[in-house]
């Protein structure tokens, strides 16, 4: 037999219990267990130390039952297998959506949906509510999949401004076009007149602004010869845009790339071409990734704070669930010209 008031230790550890060895209340309790932010530190710290000292083990399936929450959310990326793993932009953000919900009791599922079956099977996983919201990343185009998400009264957070105004989504991105005009400016200012610009693609809103910027930047100026070449951000396309413009211009003096990874294909193609980096031709890049920090030489690269983008976008996803019907604004980023050696 306990005594009163005497916590009973035998078995499973209860909710109970680890209010009472914590000093809180039940509802405290079960607000820490359910990830909660209304939580003070000094609260949070005894009852992760009651649940440490007690073994206690939420029971995550009743829980459900009664939140009408999995603790579940999916990260969508509309893109293939191999251009994720192999581009550093998206461990980046996953990095930074990680460490925040880390915060938190959510967890974080990887689905890829660059066709029409996937994209289906993301509207049905979050329809049926087996899943609490979804990040969207890498958009082409107008995707009705935010919309249909939407509608369904999920939580979604966008990486980068949706190609249509039509659903208002939150959505984290950086100032792409601020920084693509930073970069070009930068070459026009080191003397450079031939400036060819490998842009992105141009269903996405990342391409079409950083070729804005470009073009932005160039707007004014006479006696500067422009060429545009596309490509999908991908190094093999950053080869072949290149190619492109020595064809259309093999007195180019500048290079202004959507990613860092186009632009390691442009000094690759302008190095078999003799073109010394950046005496004969000055290039940047976009994403100040490690690939800018391993060319040689090092490359001049627009910097996006990529893993601030995962934190940003997991603290719009997260208030949406502890508070429904919030209006969210936009979160853009800046961005910064990082000099090195090929420009």
């Known amino acids: 037999m306990t005594s009163l008031g005497r916590v009973r230790t035998t078995g499973r550890p209860t909710l109970e219990q680890v209010a009472a060895e914590a000093g809180v209340s039940r509802g405290t309790v079960s607000r820490v267990v359910n990830g909660s932010l209304e939580v003070s530190t000094t609260t949070l710290r005894a009852v992760q130390d009651a649940i440490d000292k007690l073994g206690y083990v939420p029971n995550h399936a009743a829980r459900s039952l009664v939140t009408r929450r999995t603790d579940t959310v999916l990260l969508v990326v509309s893109e293939s297998e191999a251009r994720v793993f192999d581009e550093p932009f998206f461990a980046g953000v996953v ?35 087996h899943v609490d919201g979804a990040v969207l990343i890498s958009l082409h185009g107008d995707d009705p999949l935010p919309r249909k998400l939407v509608e369904v009264g999920a939580p979604v957070a966008l990486n980068g401004r949706p190609f249509s105004s039509e659903v208002a989504v939150p959505f984290v991105d950086a100032d792409n076009l601020a920084g693509a005009k930073s970069a070009t400016e930068y070459l026009y200012q080191s003397g450079r007149r031939r400036i060819a610009a490998l842009a992105g693609p141009q269903d996405m809103a990342a391409g079409i602004d950083r070729l804005a910027g470009y073009r932005s930047a160039l707007k004014s100026r006479r006696g500067v010869t422009r060429v545009v ?15 492109d413009v020595l064809e259309r211009d093999s007195e180019v003096d500048a290079v202004f790339a959507a990613s860092d990874l186009m632009a390691a294909g442009a000094m690759r193609v302008l190095r078999e071409a003799g073109k010394r980096v950046p005496e004969d031709v000055a290039v940047i890049g976009f994403d100040d990734s490690d690939v800018a920090r391993n060319t040689e030489p090092a490359m001049t690269s627009v910097a996006q704070p990529v893993q601030r983008m995962g934190t940003e976008l997991a603290k719009l996803l997260i208030t949406q669930l502890e508070e429904p019907g919030r209006s969210l604004d936009p979160v853009i980023l800046p961005t910064e010209l990082v000099r090195r050696g090929s420009a």
């Open 229 to 243: 070449a596309q490509g999908d951000f991908g190094q093999v396309s950053g080869e072949q845009a290149m190619r």
């Open 95 to 129: 990095r930074g959506l990680g460490q925040e919900l880390a915060k938190t009791n959510l967890q974080l599922n990887l689905m890829m949906a660059s066709g029409a079956r996937q994209r289906d099977r993301v509207e049905q996983l979050v329809g049926n509510g």
